[in-house]
């Protein structure tokens, strides 16, 4: 346990911090699956109004260090993909 006043304020923003994260990372993953749901109805417009909706959250995500850029971009890149393969 935390024994000095600082190590408990860190330990209390530390953990405010964590929820925030948790919080951000859920509407991400969330933000993904409906992108996804929307591909396999097969959709074409439906899919690209959910991959629009996304890449904000994804590239926010990134700003606020919750993941990697190049794991953003790598999930926008395989999401554009299934999005575009519905228009052909």
Same mark, same amino acid.
């Given at each position: 346990m935390a024994n000095s006043a600082q190590a408990r304020k860190r330990a209390k923003q530390t953990e405010v911090r964590r929820k925030h994260n948790a919080s951000q990372r859920s509407g991400m993953r969330t933000a993904i699956k409906k992108t996804i749901a929307a591909v396999e %109805?097969?959709? $074409?417009?439906?899919? @690209?109004?959910? $991959? %629009? %909706?996304?890449v904000p959250i994804l590239d926010r995500a990134v700003t606020h260090g919750i993941i990697h *850029? @190049?794991?953003?971009?790598?999930? *926008?890149s395989r999401l554009n993909t299934r999005v575009l393969a519905l228009k052909a």
């Amino acid at each position: 346990m935390a024994n000095s006043a600082q190590a408990r304020k860190r330990a209390k923003q530390t953990e405010v911090r964590r929820k925030h994260n948790a919080s951000q990372r859920s509407g991400m993953r969330t933000a993904i699956k409906k992108t996804i749901a929307a591909v396999e %109805s097969g959709d $074409y417009e439906a899919a @690209n109004a959910a $991959y %629009s %909706s996304t890449v904000p959250i994804l590239d926010r995500a990134v700003t606020h260090g919750i993941i990697h *850029k @190049n794991k953003a971009a790598r999930h *926008k890149s395989r999401l554009n993909t299934r999005v575009l393969a519905l228009k052909a």
